[in-house]
């Protein structure tokens, strides 16, 4: 049993649920969010700002958002 749990609570934190990640709106601009699969967080792209996951909880405290570089800022630095 304590194998089976830890196989089924392995990736638990890392992924999003589909019907949850249908319902979830960025609390700043109120429009869909994204799961990012490399930085395991949900991406607003309407304002370009990330939220962190933690333990598998969406982390959508205005305050917890990351603003994301733009790619031709990234690209010089």
């Given at each position: 049993m304590v194998r089976l749990s830890r196989f089924l609570l392995k990736d638990a934190g890392n992924v999003i649920d589909?019907?949850?990640?249908?319902?979830?709106?960025?609390?700043?601009?109120?429009?869909?969010?994204?799961?990012?699969?490399?930085?395991?967080?949900?991406?607003?792209?309407?304002?370009?700002?990330?939220?962190?996951?933690?333990?598998?909880i969406p982390c959508l405290v205005p305050k917890d958002g990351k603003i994301l570089e733009e790619e031709s800022e990234a690209s010089k630095a």
């Open positions: 589909k019907t949850l990640s249908e319902i979830l709106v960025c609390p700043l601009s109120k429009q869909p969010l994204r799961f990012c699969e490399k930085t395991k967080s949900l991406v607003s792209d309407t304002i370009g700002v990330s939220f962190p996951m933690k333990d598998g």
